[in-house]
């Protein structure tokens, strides 16, 4: 292997463990941002959002720089091709290592998506339950709703205002 071939193989392996901290701590956050939506607590939900949207921009950097290194050594058209192609034509102790953590990065975004499809859940049923509660204080009888396109529920009288009998 040549002293090319090992710096760029140290420094993408040194990528793919950035990105797999950054994931673990992404999906830390989602976690608390999960128990905040849970417990209803609005005032931690900013500061939270803030550490999320500084590790994703981070994610995004170090994801950047990963997919440069691999365009520079590679012509296959994408960059999970050019990924495999790097990965062969190391010696086998590194292929596996380099296998091993592109694993564990994809298993640590999978887990990061399903946690945020399960606090978009959450805030979906939050705004649901809002706008119930609206609905009673406005004195809308849930009787006479009805769903948008969007699923969320409207008054019927409220779909034909502004139409002329």
């Known amino acids: 292997m040549t002293q090319t ?14 990105e797999k ?23 931690e939900l900013h500061s939270i959002t ?12 170090i994801s950047r720089k990963r997919s440069q290194l691999l365009l520079a050594v590679s012509t296959e058209k994408s960059t999970i091709q050019r990924m495999q192609s790097f ?4 010696n086998r102790p590194l292929q596996n290592l ?15 998506q399903q946690q945020n499809l399960i606090n978009g859940m959450i805030i979906s049923m939050n ?16 009787k006479s709703m009805t769903y948008t396109q969007k699923g969320q529920t409207t008054a019927v009288g409220g779909i034909n205002a502004g ?3």
């Open 87 to 90: 990965i062969s034509r190391q």
């Open 5 to 18: 071939t090992n710096n760029q193989s140290q420094q993408l392996t040194q990528y793919l463990k950035q």
């Open 163 to 165: 139409l002329k009998a």
């Open 98 to 112: 380099l296998n091993t953590q592109v694993d564990e990065l994809e298993l640590s975004l999978k887990d990061c």
């Open 127 to 142: 705004q649901r339950n809002v706008q119930r509660n609206l609905n009673i204080i406005k004195g809308i009888d849930a």
């Open 21 to 43: 901290q950054l994931a673990v701590n992404l999906l830390a956050y989602l976690l608390d941002e999960k128990f905040i939506l849970e417990q209803n607590q609005p005032d």
């Open 50 to 61: 803030e550490k999320k949207a500084n590790c994703l921009d981070q994610l995004e950097v």
